[in-house]
């Protein structure tokens, strides 16, 4: 298997000792990276939203497009990025890999592995995205985190990550008509489940693997946030996962769904 990158320099050991030295295409602009995927030159596309300039945007935002190469988006969620991020997801792209936090040469091995499936978080923010558009340029990435950082547990995580305190996080959310901070968090933790539940885990190890507590405290949240109860959720889970993404998607703002 071949990759392409469109990366920081610095980035690349890293991708080359998950896959080998001969294996990656490190390329030097977007457009060597656009001419890759137009020619098919590689298996798997990596790409910093944050590398491309805005005269670039558009162009690398169509070749992904048409590219039948599956994309990775990788970040370090600087914030002046946001919006070019969420138009390659929309574009297409299968996943979301944060920068130095799960990045690790076991992780890309996991993902490549996974490819062409599209990620559960990548699917909710393409749904999502034309509310996520309407937040603070400073919560967009940290949202975008949530839903790819498992070790965001709660609002208190959150707010740690924006910098600021949960009652203005809550106001900006207010402010572009969305549901609070702790309706995301909730939304997030339960698309954790997803996989390993299509994968035919046991709920039990799956609330105990994502710190849900109690089964009681699971059903309350996804009563409130999909309307379903756990026996429908899981049956859901486990026949197309993909509903239980729009519905969460379709209730991220006030007078749209839950």
Do not use: Y
């Not at 298996?43 to 590219?67: C, K, M, N, Y």
Request: charged share 20%.
């Amino acid at each position: 298997m071949k990759l392409v990158a469109l990366v920081h320099s610095t980035w690349t050991p890293r991708l080359r000792a998950a896959v080998g030295e001969l294996k990656v295409c490190v390329c030097g602009d977007s457009q060597t990276f656009c001419n890759a995927l137009a020619a098919g030159v590689g298996d798997v596309a990596f790409v910093d939203p944050g590398l491309v300039t805005p005269v670039q945007q558009s162009t690398v935002r169509e070749a992904i497009q048409r590219t039948a190469i599956p994309v990775v988006i990788w970040t370090d969620l600087r914030p002046g990025a946001a919006a070019f991020l969420l138009e390659i997801v929309a574009a297409g792209a299968r996943q979301i890999l944060i920068r130095d936090f799960e990045d690790s040469s076991e992780n890309i091995r996991r993902i490549v592995d996974a490819l062409p499936l599209r990620s559960c978080a990548v699917t909710f923010l393409e749904e999502a995205r034309s509310s996520l558009s309407l937040l603070p340029l400073l919560l967009r990435m940290p949202v975008v985190r949530l839903f790819t950082d498992q070790t965001i547990q709660s609002s208190k995580d959150l707010c740690c990550i924006v910098g600021a305190p949960r009652r203005s996080i809550d106001r900006w959310f207010l402010a572009a008509c969305q549901k609070p901070s702790a309706w995301w968090v909730s939304a997030a933790r339960i698309l954790r489940t997803l996989s390993p539940l299509e994968a035919g885990v046991p709920l039990c190890q799956v609330l105990c693997l994502h710190n849900f507590g109690t089964r009681r405290s699971f059903r309350r949240q996804v009563a409130v946030l999909t309307s379903l109860s756990v026996a429908d959720f899981t049956a859901l889970a486990l026949r197309d996962g993909n509903q239980i993404v729009r519905l969460l998607a379709q209730g991220v703002r006030f007078g749209g769904g839950n």
